[in-house]
């Protein structure tokens, strides 16, 4: 989804996840608040340059009074337009969210990502690198 109907859906998914007043992300293309991360998020989305999906695991949630860290699998895929092409890529990564409770409220502070392997396909084998066979 692209265009101003992926902005929309920012507004959808904000009060899901709802983070804490200063609070930080640190991702690949990103290292700010998450306020200014929204605002990046949604240029992007306006764009509508390339199609993007996370495939997010199950989070491993370590609690302590009032605070918790929680350890993500996620594969960040991405379909994207370059000179060579058409490529999908993929990103295998940790997300670490700590996590801070106020007023009863669950809210991140700060999420940081671990990268641990990437991978980038041509989507048409014609692409493909010289010598590659064909199937």
Known sequence: MSGPSAVRQFRHYLPVFPYYAGGRISISWFDGRHEDFVDASKRIAAHGTSRLKHQIGSPVVTINGHRAISETNVIIMVRARTGAGEIDTSSYARFYDWLVKVNG???????????????????????????????
């Open 105 to 135: 409220v669950w809210k991140f502070a700060e999420r940081v990502g671990v990268y641990e392997k990437d991978r980038i396909d041509p989507v048409s084998s014609a692409q493909g690198p010289k010598g590659t066979p064909t199937i």
